[in-house]
Each structure stands twice: as C-alpha cells, then as structure tokens.
C-alpha cells in the first residue's frame, strides 16, 4: 500500500518541480538510474533516504505523506505567509478562498 503511494508521490512531485528523475538522482547523490529505480517499482529509499527526498522538495515527512496535499511544498510557503498576517485580513483570505472554491 504505502509502496505505491510512495513511489507515485516522488513521481507526482519530480515531475511538478520539473526536474528529471537522472538529476533528481544525481542531486541526491545516488546513482543516476536511482529514483528511476524507485519509479518503476524496482527498489523503494530506505528510511534516511526518504528525509533527504523530503529536503529537497522542501518538504516534511507529514506532508509527503499527506494524500490530500497535492502541493505540499505550495502549502507550506502559503501557511507561512499567512501567519504573518491579523485576523481581519485571514478573514478576508478566508472568504476569498470559499469563493474560489464555489466556482469551482
């Protein structure tokens, strides 16, 4: 169950932060053929692996694993970004956002 879910998250986020799976590997500093590997179900990252995947998409491990979180990384930068903010404006932010969401 979770190898599936772990193979298609790295996929889903490599190919969303547009990088191939030959320099995801390299940057990771595997062998280049490594999450190409990981991909086409023929190994699976071991645990600490795993974290420095999470690095660089700047990502935590809970958000990796967030299935309802298709851009985890967008998310996070958002989140931070309205923690600076009072609460009339996260209101407004909040109304804007249920807008979108009812067009939808």
Excluded: W
Excluded at 6 to 18: A, D, H, P, S, W
Excluded at 33 to 54: D, G, H, M
């Amino acid at each position: 169950m979770y190898d599936d879910f772990t193979r298609n998250r790295i996929t889903q986020l490599r190919i969303r932060k547009g990088v191939s799976a030959r320099d995801m590997s390299l940057s990771l500093g595997q062998n280049s053929n490594y999450i190409n590997q990981i991909e086409n179900r023929k190994a699976l990252p071991s645990l600490p692996v795993l974290f420095y995947i999470c690095e660089y998409f700047g990502i935590t491990p809970q958000q990796f694993f967030d299935e309802g979180n298709a851009y985890p990384a967008e998310l996070a930068d958002l989140m931070e970004e309205l923690k600076k903010l009072d609460a009339t404006a996260l209101a407004h932010i909040t109304g804007l956002v249920r807008e979108l969401n009812s067009t939808r």
